[in-house]
């Protein structure tokens, strides 16, 4: 079964840092892309960052130059280091990604797969 798992949420003090953690597991044959997404209550889901198989990255305005996205290929995993938290980063943080895998002895592309999502909270 091919599937994304999440790790690294939790509570922490305004100005913390937390490290998510995502790693794909299954039969895959590659990674094209891979990102998080966000979703505070009551409001859309949004990108928070996301890398592409040859190491691009864009980050949405509000994390940039606090957020990190990195990917380790050979583990199918990707982190993202997030310094300097503010209250309004509290949400559900989700993995995404755009991988092939073998299923049944056939490839199979999956263009938007997700995890189960992990909760950031920060607040004093």
């Known amino acids: 079964q091919v599937q994304l798992v999440e790790s690294g949420g939790g509570l922490v003090q305004p100005g913390g840092s937390l490290r998510l953690s995502c790693a794909a597991s299954?039969?895959?044959?590659?990674?094209?892309?891979m990102g998080w997404y966000r979703q505070a209550p009551g409001k859309q889901r949004e990108l928070v960052a996301g890398?592409?198989?040859?190491?691009?990255?864009n980050y949405a305005d509000s994390v940039k130059g606090r957020f990190t996205i990195s990917r380790a290929n050979a583990e199918n995993t990707v982190y993202l280091q997030m310094n300097s938290l503010k209250p309004e980063d509290t949400a559900v943080y989700y993995c995404?990604?755009?991988?092939?895998?073998?299923?049944?002895?056939?490839?199979?592309?999956?263009?938007?797969?997700w995890g189960q999502g992990t909760l950031v909270t920060v607040s004093s």
């Open positions: 890398i592409t198989s040859g190491g691009s990255v």
């Open positions: 299954g039969s895959i044959l590659s990674i094209n892309a």
């Open positions: 995404n990604a755009d991988l092939t895998a073998q299923r049944m002895g056939i490839p199979r592309r999956y263009v938007e797969l």
